[in-house]
């Protein structure tokens, strides 16, 4: 669709809610000086004596207005809302069915919430705004809260020098077809993994230094991918051990494997994971439909997936997370479901339901967002919940399938820190490897970034980049 802005500059806010009322549509801003032409909309902020107007119109002539709060300057960022409303507003009744996050496009719903409740509201009270200023469905509203609740939580427990860790292992045994991250085939990147390893025994040690010459206290590590249980055996030992010499794990509540495919996982590595204190791993099926696996690339089977869990299970006391999409190409809502009841058999004590996301450079695409309905997510939940899980953590991205959102449940007790911290950033998290960012979350709200090399060459190739990054970090941490 077209869209010009008249009277404001706020690209982003009008862009984002294009592409999520319309993903499927190319969204291209129109000029300044031309008159709009085509299947157009007019995002416009009007001033006048009696204030602000944000506006909207189409090419058919519908028009919305919303007055803005009186005295609301116009450089204020709650201007945004006014327009996206307006805009909502017009072009929300031209779809089949309401969204079911309204005219939220953010990806954080819970940071939202957990902004209202530092306002004032209570839970009630963000559930009636989400309702009523943002169009969120009732049941997505109160989703939205639920995980807004439990980071509202961790955000008031944590303390100064609390710090959480992250290292990526960016090499998985094949490429899933719907996968847009920096992981690396095995079968032609395998010669890549020793020297990744080494390099990151390196950036390990220095991390060390700099948390510990800055009296950090690491609350919990996470090691993720690409699928980290990739290593071999020993690559493994050498970097758990690396992780366990350099780092304080005094205030460590939490350490997590996300091993994640099942034929990379074997007793012997998930015995030395244990020897070394992780308590947490991942098993990841995606879907148990044969069919559907094969489909998007996967080299296992459904029957591997509860082989390995039951290993996991004999082999230690891990709490054990598995990752579900809904909206596999070739997938349907009978599948789905059978996926859901196979997994809760199991038994895990974290399930995460995703919903299948377009993304840039993943080879595989879904056709209209309306191909996987709120219906057959919400009846997923439902069977997760009454099974006694419940939401924690939720995002949304980007040409998600139905613009509906991921979400982790647990069982009581068993969610995971990091995934609240890092998803919600509510505290600072240190990432280590290629594609890791680190982030020092302020009182203010503002967020430092540094930012690893981002594929694995650049990584081995560049420890002075590494230790700028380090060094950078250390200053930053003087006065943080
Ligand atoms: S296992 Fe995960 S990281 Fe690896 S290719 Fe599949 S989706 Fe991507």
Redesign the pocket.
């Known amino acids: 669709m077209r869209f010009y802005l008249i009277g404001h500059d706020r690209v982003n806010p009008v862009l984002q809610l294009l592409i999520c009322l319309f993903p499927d549509e190319e969204h291209v801003r129109g000029g300044n000086d031309e008159e709009p032409f085509g299947e157009f909309v007019v995002s416009e902020l009007r001033r006048s004596a009696d204030g602000l107007t944000a506006a909207a119109r189409d090419y058919r002539g519908d028009v919305r207005e919303i007055a803005c709060p009186a005295g609301l300057d116009s450089d204020a960022p709650a201007v945004s809302e006014y327009l996206r409303r307006a805009l909502y507003l017009l072009l929300a009744e031209r779809l089949d069915r309401a969204p079911e996050w309204g005219m939220l496009t953010g990806v954080k719903p819970a940071k939202l919430v957990r902004n209202m409740m530092e306002q004032g509201l209570d839970a009630a009270g963000a559930e009636k705004r989400l309702r009523e200023a943002y169009s969120v469905s009732p049941r997505r509203s109160r989703l939205a809260v639920e995980a807004g609740v439990v980071s509202a939580r961790y955000r008031d427990a944590m303390q100064p020098r609390d710090i959480d860790l992250y290292i990526g292992i960016p090499f998985?045994p094949?490429?899933?077809a719907?996968?847009s991250?920096v992981?690396n085939d095995v079968r032609r990147w395998g010669h890549m993994v020793e020297p990744y390893v080494a390099a990151l025994l390196t950036e390990v040690e220095g991390m060390g230094q700099v948390l510990a010459q800055h009296g950090r206290q690491i609350r919990s590590i996470y090691i993720g991918?690409?699928?980290p249980s990739i290593l071999s055996a020993s690559q493994l030992e050498r970097l758990l051990d690396a992780v366990c010499r350099h780092f304080d794990r005094r205030m460590l509540t939490e350490f997590t494997l996300e091993a994640?495919?099942p034929e990379t996982i074997t007793a012997e590595k998930l015995r030395i994971a244990s020897q070394y204190g992780v308590g947490r791993i991942s098993i990841?099926p995606q879907t148990m439909n044969e069919a559907v696996l094969r489909g998007v690339?996967?080299l296992h089977t459904a029957r591997d997936i509860v082989d390995c869990y039951h290993m996991a299970r004999e082999t230690a006391d891990f709490q054990i997370n598995m990752d579900l999409i809904a909206g596999l190409p070739g997938d349907d809502d009978e599948s789905l479901t059978d996926s859901v009841r196979q997994v809760l058999a199991l038994e895990p004590d974290n399930i995460t339901l995703h919903c299948m996301a377009r993304k840039r450079g993943a080879p595989l695409r879904f056709g209209a967002t309306g191909e996987l309905a709120a219906e057959t997510v919400d009846h997923c939940h439902d069977m997760i919940t009454a099974a006694g899980y419940a939401p924690y953590y939720l995002y949304r991205q980007k040409y998600i399938a139905g613009g509906l959102e991921n979400v982790g449940f647990a069982r009581p007790g068993t969610e995971c820190r990091y995934n609240v911290v890092m998803m919600e950033e509510i505290g600072d998290v240190a990432a280590l490897g290629s594609g890791g960012v680190t982030k020092l979350v302020y009182a203010d709200g503002r967020i430092e970034r540094i930012t690893n090399p981002k594929y694995p060459t650049e990584y081995i190739d560049g420890p002075e980049k590494i230790r700028k990054n380090l060094s950078k970090l250390a200053k930053a941490l003087e006065n943080h």
């Open positions: 998985c094949a490429k899933c719907y996968c991250f992981s991918g690409g699928t994640g495919r990841n690339g996967r």
